[in-house]
């Protein structure tokens, strides 16, 4: 569905956008929970499936109330077009495999979820896509000797989890644009609410809807959503979008969808063929969360600043990452990409190291230990240990988790709550 909701602020579009009801229609999105949906004859039923007129057929594409909430996050990032998907997993693969196929190649920042990294660099290499990973920080010469001809997109985290690295998004998208390729970002951490990568030239923004946009860690999702500026015609590396479809009776998506090519393919081809979608009633617990994701961000964010603040000054903390603290290797950046703030997430660590970090987890009570990030609730978890337990210490240290490494993921309880279950916790270490 397109995005009609550009003049509005981002807090009203977090209500409001995506769905308008008509007179005497549900004030709510419905959750449409039917696979199928009735056609009165066989003809209207087959120009649907070859893509002559627009329609609800069949859920494994499309399903009306998956759609209004994919247009409700296109307008929140400002893009054109979006398509939810059943994970945020789901969500980095296709938005790659969307424009690649086997023999092609792909740079990514090294420092990206763990579960990305495995994505990449096991499951997608066995399809024949090769990454190479760079450091985020790395000087634009060094990152524009990483292109090769067969490069098809480059792909970073704006707000890195769990090393909590701000990207240089502009850097990025020059190096991407200079050789004819997209910049896709997971914006996972920032949200919208704090990060709006297309401003800064990102083709591509994908999410793990699982995180803030949920908000209340009931439902596992994602969504890729396009900005609709990438040129896909001015070149030959995207024959998937700038070629006849054998699928569809040598139809050619950028030719047939313009502006919304790229979000067509990945529904009717992908989603046709490989099946990813959430349910309708993820959707609508989603879309539940989206409507107070800007006042839930807002605090999250007042929140970490006051505990990141509290933990820096504690003399059993060895370190504090937060790209809200003054003083933070990355602030600049931070207040130039996410001026409003970053995230609820603080990384740190104890001069006890890791055994002090397990210790401390231990003794936390109000805060739990989840493998989460992220959600209303403040939780805590020590990624080394779990998330990021399949990567060797090389690639450890290149993601940027040390050993050490704590992510508290400050929730929106009364801050004076979480700082008296830190205090406590810090007592017993
Ligand atoms: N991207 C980021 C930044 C994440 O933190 C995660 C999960 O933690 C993912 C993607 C994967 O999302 P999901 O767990 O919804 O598949």
Same mark, same amino acid.
């Given at each position: 569905m397109l995005n009609m909701e550009k003049s509005y602020h981002i807090n009203t579009n977090c209500v409001q956008a995506g769905y308008s009801p008509k !007179?005497? &229609? %549900?004030r709510v999105v419905p959750i449409y929970q039917s696979t199928t949906f009735k056609y009165d004859s066989s003809e209207e039923m087959a120009k649907l499936f070859d893509l002559e007129s627009s329609g609800y057929f069949y859920t494994r594409l499309q399903n009306p109330t998956n759609d209004a909430v994919a247009a409700k996050i296109a307008a929140l990032e400002g893009g054109v077009a979006a398509v939810l998907t059943s994970s945020g997993q789901a969500a980095s693969f296709f938005s790659i495999f969307n424009i690649c196929s086997a023999g092609d190649h792909i740079i990514s920042a090294s420092t990206i979820y763990g579960g990305t990294f495995n994505l990449f660099s096991v499951t997608m290499k066995k399809l024949g896509i090769d990454f190479t990973f760079v450091d985020p920080d790395l000087p634009e010469e060094e990152l524009m000797a990483a292109f090769k001809p067969n490069t098809k997109a480059v792909f970073a985290e /704006?707000? +890195? !989890? %769990? +090393?909590?690295v701000v990207l240089d998004i502009e850097k990025f998208a020059r190096a991407a644009h200079a050789n004819g390729v997209p910049l896709i970002i997971d914006n996972t951490f920032p949200t919208p609410i704090n990060c709006r990568p297309f401003k800064f030239g990102a083709d591509i923004v994908i999410h793990s809807t699982t995180k803030y946009m949920d908000g209340h860690a009931t439902s596992v999702g994602g969504v890729i959503v396009d /900005?609709?500026?990438? *040129?896909? &015609?001015? !070149? *030959?590396?995207f024959p998937g979008l700038t070629t006849p479809d054998a699928s569809y009776h040598g139809l050619t998506y950028s030719k047939a969808f313009g502006k919304g090519a790229y979000i067509t393919k990945a529904v009717v081809q992908l989603m046709r063929d490989l099946g990813s979608i959430p349910g309708p009633q993820n959707a609508f617990l989603l879309n539940i969360g989206l409507e107070t994701l800007a006042l839930r961000v807002e605090r999250h964010c007042q929140n970490a600043l006051v505990v990141a603040q509290y933990l820096e000054k504690h003399p059993k903390v060895a370190w504090v990452n937060y790209p809200g603290l003054a003083g933070n290797k990355y602030y600049d950046l931070a207040q130039k990409y996410m001026p409003k703030a970053t995230s609820g997430v603080i990384s740190f660590g104890l001069k006890s190291g890791r055994e002090g970090a397990v210790e401390f987890m231990d003794s936390l009570k109000l805060a739990a230990i989840v493998?989460?990030? +992220?959600?209303?609730r403040t939780c805590i978890l020590h990624p080394a240990g779990t998330t990021h337990r399949q990567l060797s210490d090389s690639e450890l240290e290149e993601s940027g988790v040390g050993a050490d490494l704590l992510r508290l993921s400050v929730g929106i309880e009364h801050v004076n709550d979480i700082l008296a279950d830190v205090e406590q916790a810090l007592a017993k270490v």
């Open positions: !007179n005497g &229609e %549900p /704006s707000l +890195a !989890n %769990p +090393a909590l /900005s609709g500026n990438f *040129d896909w &015609e001015q !070149n *030959d590396k493998t989460h990030v +992220a959600d209303s």
